[in-house]
């Protein structure tokens, strides 16, 4: 009898699991709270071994024409400029791709959800929003209300949440979110000022430290984007503020005339990891089993590789063997969360944001001694890149 699971969430994780799983025979229902596919701006950083794992799909192609290759990517000093730039080609032979693609979310996004709507295994269903979790021995049960019809209840052999922070899943299977939220709310603003005009030694990636306002420049193929931090006081309305944001703009190259703004989006940003991410047939991934700063673009890339190794679980639990399958796979991405991108995404934030002036010119001068030596900065890109933390993990059992 064909196995059935339920996926609660229709971001990238979510269909990327949806993919694997119909891939494997597996029927998939997704119930998405939306009701069309959600264009989030907050994610557009693909690492070489998300990209080496979409092949499969067939999309990387149409990411690379639709988004931009990032060759390397630095550490800047707002007064002082370049502190390091690292060099992704270092990692030729380790990827298909030794490079980061910017690339917004959604684009990816919109391609599997093409590929899946002709899937006959896949259902899709949006404006659906689950509001009761539960389950017995043999199967999940939910229970999804929308705004045009009355409830419906939707049964499966297993159930994945990639439902996001607030998720369900997460608190039906009784999971604590330990973690803090950061003081300050980030403001990413979308413009089409070339910042490069202005720092021609500029990469598309650039973190630009500073004790009293730093912030973050990533080009995509139409647009620069522009992360700052912004006083967490602030209202919704007040942070994204159109004419806060220009002024914002401004203090990183002031110009006679305004900066042409096309897209503002503020968040409050957690750090925080679930206690646990499986419980009987229902396990939790991306979002829902951990957050993280931006600072590194590790949180979507994480789900995407949360997603592959739990699509293998599930059909090795469905095929009951080994018994622990799903313990593996919580150990493993746990680990990853907590050990690797938790602590990068920090120290990175410590880096840009550091008022201290010896840690400060500490921080800087190791970093100039990792890219000068072509061992410990290519070492430094496979952990940066994610690349080291797949191979570990693979190891734990």
């Known amino acids: 009898m064909q196995k059935h699971v339920l996926i609660i969430g229709a971001g990238p994780v979510g269909l990327v699991s949806a993919s694997l799983l119909s891939e ?50 630095q550490f800047r000093d707002r007064t002082d400029g370049v502190v390091a730039t690292f060099e992704l080609g270092l990692l ?17 996004g919109e391609m599997l959800l093409e590929r899946l709507q002709r899937n006959p295994l896949v259902t899709i269903v949006f404006g659906a929003k689950v509001t009761e979790l539960q389950q017995t021995d043999n199967e999940v049960i939910a229970k999804a209300t929308f705004a045009d019809r009355t409830p419906e209840t939707f049964r499966a052999d297993f159930c994945i949440g990639a439902d996001g922070i607030g998720s369900i899943a997460r608190q039906t299977i009784g999971a604590e979110f330990a973690g803090r939220t950061i003081p300050e709310i980030f403001l990413t603003i979308s413009t089409t000022f070339d910042f490069s005009q202005i720092m021609p030694d ?20 139409k647009v620069w984007r ?32 305004p900066y042409e703004v096309s897209h503002r989006t503020g968040y409050r940003v957690h750090e925080r990891v679930a206690s646990y991410y499986t419980k009987g047939r229902i396990a939790i991934a991306g979002d ?22 739990l699509a293998s679980a599930i059909e090795a639990f469905f095929n009951k063997e080994p018994s622990d399958v799903l313990g593996r796979y919580e150990r493993q991405r ?39 030596n072509e061992a410990t900065h ?20």
Request: aromatic share 8%; with cysteine.
């Open 226 to 257: 522009a992360l700052f931090p912004v006083n967490p006081e602030l209202n919704d309305e007040a942070v994204t503020d159109p004419e806060a944001a220009r002024q914002l703009l401004q203090t990183v190259w002031r110009k006679p005339e």
């Open 288 to 309: 829902a089993a951990h957050v993280n700063n931006p600072l590194g673009g590790m949180g979507l890339n994480g789900g995407i590789h949360d997603a592959f190794n």
């Open 378 to 397: 290519k070492e430094y890109l496979m952990r940066t890149s994610m690349i080291s933390s797949l191979r570990d993990v693979a190891k734990i059992d």
């Open 92 to 108: 030729k032979g380790e990827t298909n791709h030794p490079y980061r693609l910017q690339c917004e979310q959604w684009r990816l």
């Open 202 to 221: 500029v990469s598309n990636i650039a973190y630009i430290s500073d004790p009293t306002q730093w912030y973050v420049l990533i080009r995509t193929a």
């Open 334 to 372: 746990r680990k990853v969360a907590l050990d690797v991108v938790q602590q990068t995404t920090l120290r990175n934030r410590a880096i840009l944001n550091t008022q201290d002036p010896a840690a400060r010119t500490a921080y800087y001068d190791e970093l100039r001694r990792t890219v000068a």
């Open 24 to 73: 494997k025979g597996i029927s998939v229902t997704m119930l998405e709270t939306a009701p069309s596919l959600p264009h989030d701006l907050r994610a557009s950083t693909f690492h070489p071994p998300t990209l080496d794992m979409l092949d499969r799909f067939g999309v990387v192609p149409a990411m690379i024409e639709q988004g931009l290759i990032c060759p390397d990517w």
